[in-house]
């Protein structure tokens, strides 16, 4: 057995073990209609389900925006990973272990060198965390517990303590570990031969992806006057990209498991992050830095609908606040954003104020229209003692709001900003409803109306599709007494292939291997087999004979045509003669 076919088993056993339907359904809620399950599609932004999962098939289609897949395609979409990254997910949710002879070894290298480096994090973490907990580290568990921390939060989020600049690397060295790969996570630095701490001396903030791993840290330094950065983190990694991870999310993943999440808290910073966590609103994050990411919004997603951003003062408003949060708006999230009271960070106000002002904060957040209207109306005097003025004001912020207003879908919620405009500006509701429609005519009119080319298929063609569909379904009556001619045909002849190997075997085939088969290739192919309905199984089994009979009549005609052109061609009269008593014979076949 060749590594090529020893691997198709291995991802066969894998997709038995883990059924598509239940995969998904441990990330997001299925409604069965008929013999389908469905969801909002988790890759795009809908009101009505449109992803559907078709359980014979072991298959997904999103019919709004087309994706479609496997459970291994699934898994590697929604978790954000690699092909290799989605079979691992799998193989540990089932209890397999990937056959090490079929990995290529570029790809076990490279996973070697990830799993060294998530060890030389780990070993970091543990030995920062020894500092801040040894008679060294009294002055910085005092400094923490200034700030309002408890000890038992210091405890839950690892925190740690470099104390120098060579501790690091002779733990790591001790431990055998490599130091140049430890240089390659960013733990250490380098100048010249010499490897250091690249945190040293600072307090110590371990960031730890959903899977629970240590991939990076945030380094503060506690004392005032220092000859170096106050605030470091570890630069991109292979393991750590600040734009795909959000502080705190193992935590958050954790309480999406416990079935406790209702939404989710963007902070700036950790800092902030840990002491909302320790205030009880433990359902914040930290985006580490203002500006927020597809990638960070697609990994909110996954865990809940509604997010609040929570900005300091100087942080809200800006435009790439506002250019991160039109990007979470995208991924179809409720996004509501929160005022802090004169400029205060998160943990300012809560030791300030208390738990309650936080919680009214939340509370009082503002949707993400209102607040970018609010945000638009300050850039306008409508105050102004001078009447011109305060006209030309209004009517510029009235075109900015129109510009805002427009992006919005439901008409109840149009209406009911275009009537609070009208009170604001004192231009008329059916002048504002007249200025909006011309508005969107125009951005429609924009829009080029480009259709996708269509999957088209021939009448023959489709008969072979419905046979292939019933014959991967392993339905009984799914037979024939005749060889396929499938001609240079690629996709059906590995398809047919890939039957008859399994009936040889003995075994059921599975619809979902033509993924891995084909290696992503002949997408639209393997959609049109999923859009394929069954109805009852007597109509099945008759439209299933009907194809056969099709598909042989058109192989006899395409024989006699062969036939015909060959004796046309042919001077012997013997020859002649056999080729007419084929043709002839061939008729007779053709008309039972």
Same mark, same amino acid.
């Given at each position: 057995?060749?590594?090529? @076919? ?9 997709? +038995? ?30 009101? +009505? ?85 040894? !008679? ?38 001790? #431990? ?18 010499r490897f250091y701490d690249s945190l040293g001396e600072r307090l110590i903030v371990p960031i730890i992806n959903s899977l629970g791993e240590v991939i990076a840290f945030g380094g ?50 950790? %800092? ?29 997603? =996954?865990?809940? @609908? ?60 503002l949707p993400l229209t209102d607040y970018k209207l609010k945000i638009e109306k300050t850039n306008f005097n409508f105050n102004s003692k001078n009447e011109a003025e305060r006209q ?18 439901? !008409?109840?919620?149009? @209406?009911?900003?275009?009537? #609070?405009?009208s009170k604001e500006t004192g231009f008329s509701l059916d002048w504002l409803k007249r200025s909006l429609s011309g508005e969107k005519q125009n951005e429609k009119a924009k829009k ?20 292939? #569909? ?19 045909? /690629? ?21 979902? %291997? ?38 042989? #009549? ?7 045509? =062969? ?10 009269? /013997? ?5 007419? +008593? ?5 008729? %007779?076949?053709?008309?039972?």
């Amino acid at each position: 057995m060749d590594k090529n @076919e020893v691997w198709l088993n291995f991802i066969e056993e894998l997709k +038995t073990r883990n059924d598509i339907v239940d995969v998904v359904a441990s990330y997001t809620n299925l409604t069965r209609k008929g013999n389908r399950h469905w969801t909002c599609c988790p890759f795009h932004h809908e009101k +009505t389900p449109s992803f559907s999962i078709s359980p014979e098939m072991q298959m997904y289609k999103c019919f709004g925006c087309g994706d479609s897949g496997d459970v291994i395609t699934f898994v590697q979409k929604f978790e954000s990973t690699d092909f290799m990254g989605a079979v691992e997910i799998l193989a540990n949710r089932a209890g397999m272990q990937i056959p090490q002879t079929t990995v290529d070894k570029g790809v076990q290298d490279k996973k070697k060198r990830k799993q060294e480096m998530a060890q030389i994090c780990l070993e970091s973490a543990r030995f920062y965390n020894a500092n801040l907990f040894s !008679p060294q580290g009294e002055f910085a568990i005092e400094y923490l517990k200034k700030r309002g921390l408890s000890m038992s939060t210091i405890k839950r989020f690892g925190l740690g303590l470099s104390l120098d600049w060579d501790g690091l690397k002779k733990h790591l060295y001790s #431990k055998r570990l490599s130091l140049d790969l430890a240089y390659d996570c960013g733990v250490l630095g380098k100048k010249g031969d010499r490897f250091y701490d690249s945190l040293g001396e600072r307090l110590i903030v371990p960031i730890i992806n959903s899977l629970g791993e240590v991939i990076a840290f945030g380094g503060r330094s506690m004392k005032k006057d220092v000859d170096f950065a106050k605030y470091k983190n570890t630069q991109q990694t292979d393991l750590f990209d600040k734009s795909k991870n959000l502080f705190g999310i193992n935590l958050v993943s954790k309480k999406k498991k416990q079935g406790t999440l209702d939404y989710i808290i963007v902070v700036e910073g950790y %800092m902030d992050a840990i002491a909302l966590h320790q205030a009880g609103f433990d359902c914040a994050v930290a985006s580490m830095g203002t500006s927020l990411t597809k990638e960070q919004a697609k990994l909110i997603k =996954r865990y809940v @609908e509604r997010v609040y951003i929570c900005y300091d003062g100087d942080g809200a408003g800006t435009k790439g606040t506002l250019r991160g949060l039109e990007i979470l708006k995208a991924e179809g999230l409720d996004v509501r954003v929160m005022s802090m009271p004169d400029g205060l960070d998160p943990d300012e106000l809560i030791l300030k104020y208390g738990v309650g002002a936080y919680q009214k904060a939340i509370d009082d957040a503002l949707p993400l229209t209102d607040y970018k209207l609010k945000i638009e109306k300050t850039n306008f005097n409508f105050n102004s003692k001078n009447e011109a003025e305060r006209q030309d004001a209004k009517r510029k912020y009235t075109i900015k709001a129109i510009d805002i207003i427009k992006q919005l879908d439901h !008409p109840v919620e149009i @209406e009911s900003y275009l009537i #609070k405009l009208s009170k604001e500006t004192g231009f008329s509701l059916d002048w504002l409803k007249r200025s909006l429609s011309g508005e969107k005519q125009n951005e429609k009119a924009k829009k080029q109306n480009v259709q996708p080319q269509k999957f088209v298929l021939d009448q023959h063609k489709k008969a072979l599709y419905y046979i292939l #569909k019933c014959m991967l379904a392993g339905e009984e009556y799914a037979t024939i007494d005749f060889d396929l001619e499938l001609g240079d045909d /690629e996709f059906l002849t590995k398809s047919f292939a890939y039957i008859n190997k399994c009936k040889s075997e003995d075994k059921k085939p599975m619809p979902s %291997m033509l993924v891995d088969i084909f290696e992503g290739k002949f997408k639209e192919n393997i959609d049109y087999l999923q859009d394929t309905v069954f109805t009852t199984t007597i109509e099945n089994k008759q439209f299933f004979a009907d194809c056969a009979k099709l598909v042989q #009549k058109n192989q006899i005609q395409a024989q006699i045509e =062969r036939l015909t052109k060959q004796l046309q061609n042919e001077p012997e009269q /013997e020859k002649r003669k056999q080729l007419l +008593t084929q043709i002839a014979q061939l008729n %007779m076949q053709n008309k039972r």
